[in-house]
């Protein structure tokens, strides 16, 4: 009896671990969506602001080579990388894998360039880096499930006026680029110095603009700080996307689990009830037979 009550108590706790988890579940599909909607909002304004950004560098080598963000870093400073991580778990390997590259990436940087400035996005990120004791430059968990632009380039002009001041010679961003509902993968893409040459449509005199006012020259000045920010806002947004894909996953397959356990579990007490039923049935005739 005693056993069947326990086995009993452990299927009321799963049944309701199983309800958290298919919420939790829910709702990681319902945010996925939205942040979907961002990431393909985004993409078709970006390609625009990098091909009109190649088109004026084109048009105005001499000022895009010249200017402040495209010029090479102040030599023996730090190498700058900013890893982008979850303020939350409970989301499969999102936040472990993106660790594990960042990690990758800082000894590639030492290993190359030298010396490196690590700054964190998310606290998952904060903490693991913080107990392996490894310096972080700039910190940042105000991102949720919805960031914004206005937050992106907020972000990218905290590392704008680290560049300029020679703070650090160059930033990699590595994130969880968003490919399909079934394929995220850990990237690192370099932002600073701004890596015009590498733009599509670069230095190939493709899509040149129109007449403009200002000419392509002055249109830099404003083209590749908007470039920085979307980089930074890029970031933000697919990162959101692949950790609440990696959310639902991981929340479906707990409750599956929970379904099999409750199974298994049901199955364990139907047993022990009927143990237990026919232990009683025998000493019942038992006690019969030896009364007669």
Not at 74 to 95: K, Q, S
Not at 201 to 227: D, F, H, I, N, Y
Not at 273 to 279: K, N, P, V
Request: net charge positive.
């Amino acid at each position: 009896m005693a056993k069947v009550r326990e086995l009993r108590k452990r299927i009321k706790s799963v049944r309701n671990t199983k309800k958290i988890t298919k919420t939790m579940e829910m709702v990681a599909t319902a945010k996925f969506k939205r942040a979907l909607d961002r990431v393909k909002a985004a993409k078709p304004y970006a390609a625009e602001v990098s091909a009109l950004l190649a088109s004026c560098a084109t048009a105005a080598s001499l000022e895009a080579a010249a200017h402040p963000l495209v010029r090479a870093g102040a030599e023996g400073a730090p190498d700058g990388v900013l890893i982008f991580t979850a303020n939350r778990g409970l989301c499969g390997g999102f936040n472990s894998n993106m660790i594990k590259r960042g990690r990758a990436l800082l000894e590639e940087v030492r290993a190359s360039l030298g010396r490196s400035a690590l700054s964190v996005v998310g606290k998952k990120g904060i903490g693991i880096f913080r107990f392996e004791g490894v310096p972080i430059a700039r910190r940042y968990t105000q991102f949720e499930d919805k960031p914004g632009f206005a937050e992106a380039r907020a972000v990218s002009r905290d590392f704008i006026e680290d560049f300029r001041t020679g703070r650090i010679r160059s930033l990699r961003l590595a994130y969880t680029s968003f490919r399909s509902a079934g394929e995220q993968k850990p990237v690192v893409v370099p932002v600073l110095p701004v890596p015009i040459d590498s733009l599509p449509g670069a230095g190939t005199g493709k899509g040149m603009p129109p007449l403009t006012s200002p000419a392509p020259g002055g249109l830099l000045e404003r083209l590749v700080p908007l470039w920085l920010s979307l980089q930074f806002y890029r970031a933000l947004v697919e990162s959101a996307a692949c950790e609440q894909v990696a959310r639902r996953v991981a929340m479906k397959a707990a409750t599956d689990n929970a379904d099999e356990m409750i199974k298994s579990l049901s199955r364990d007490a139907n047993r022990a009830r009927q143990s237990q039923i026919t232990q009683e049935i025998a000493e019942i005739v038992g006690g019969t037979e030896a009364i007669q």
